[in-house]
């Protein structure tokens, strides 16, 4: 499987992006996806996660209220969209699939395939 994120840019603090995370390959198989990323001189961190078919949802504490994950199974796609965003939520954003049912989501081990990731950077 092979992931392809895109929508990351640049945006002024209190804006919004949509990050799209589009699957290729083995689209047979289910997948629930989660949304990891990675700031300067940081390690990477969960941010949310969804389940293929009820599209149970899970957040960081640190975007619970802002961000939302959603899927279109028919698209093989995946979405986060971001709304108020921060400075602190400049990152580097990679989408990830694991085979359903992953245990939790919030773990990077827990996934199969990576995304390349797409730069998101929020000025004040």
């Known amino acids: 499987v092979q992931l392809q994120a895109s929508g990351g840019g640049l945006v002024q603090a209190g804006g919004s992006l949509r990050l799209s995370c589009v699957a290729s390959?083995?689209?047979?198989?289910?997948?629930?996806m989660g949304w990891f990323r990675r700031a300067p001189g940081k390690a990477r961190e969960f941010v949310g996660r969804?389940?293929?078919?009820?599209?149970?949802?899970i957040y960081a504490d640190s975007v619970k209220g802002r961000f939302a994950v959603s899927r279109d199974n028919a698209k093989n796609t995946a979405f986060l969209q971001m709304n108020s965003l921060k400075p602190d939520d400049t990152a580097v954003y990679y989408c990830?699939?694991?085979?359903?049912?992953?245990?939790?989501?919030?773990?990077?081990?827990?996934?199969?395939?990576w995304g390349q990731g797409t730069q998101v950077t929020v000025s004040s």
């Open positions: 990830a699939a694991g085979r359903t049912p992953i245990r939790y989501g919030s773990r990077e081990y827990e996934y199969d395939y």
């Open positions: 390959g083995d689209t047979s198989t289910s997948y629930d």
């Open positions: 969804i389940r293929w078919g009820c599209g149970n949802t």
